[in-house]
């Protein structure tokens, strides 16, 4: 499926090619929580690299978070979350671990997306007390990240986009 996107004042518009377009994942952890902030969330999609077209390149900006962990030193992230640096508008995340993936914030797509039949709520150990975190039918919690991966999802729930 072609994904459109934009940030909100549009200095910066994007295509890409997803296999996996339901955003069905909800991350409560503290970096997504604060450089997305939908929700007191983020939710990411899954899209081909290879096909990401970029209008307006001069406008992006580049966060790679500091992690933070009890007895471990902080160390920086290699994955590039991709902003405009106009508005603000957090539009995609880059890892060179997995150089064949991007994962476009749902936030930013301009096309319409499927509702997803089941939403995932991820990093509940990190989320504050002040989220309202769905709960019951529909609702799969888990305390940091689910064994199961985007791709695998979609194919359960007979989503995979060819």
Known sequence: ???????????????????????????HCSICRKTAGSGGYAINLGADAATLKVRGRKHLGVYHAVLREPGRRATRSPAGRRFCTQCGSPLWLFDSRWPELVHPH?????????????????????????????????HARFEQMP????????????????
């Open 1 to 27: 499926m072609r994904l459109e996107g934009s940030c909100h004042c549009r200095a910066v518009t994007f295509s890409v090619e997803s296999h996996s377009p339901v955003p069905f994942m909800h991350c």
């Open 147 to 162: 064994d199961e991966s985007l791709e695998n999802w979609h194919k359960r729930h007979g989503l995979w986009s060819a």
């Open 106 to 138: 749902a936030s930013a797509i301009d096309t319409p997306l499927p509702k997803p039949p089941e939403v995932v709520e991820i990093g509940l150990a990190w989320a504050p007390d002040w989220i309202d975190v769905p709960a019951g039918d529909g």
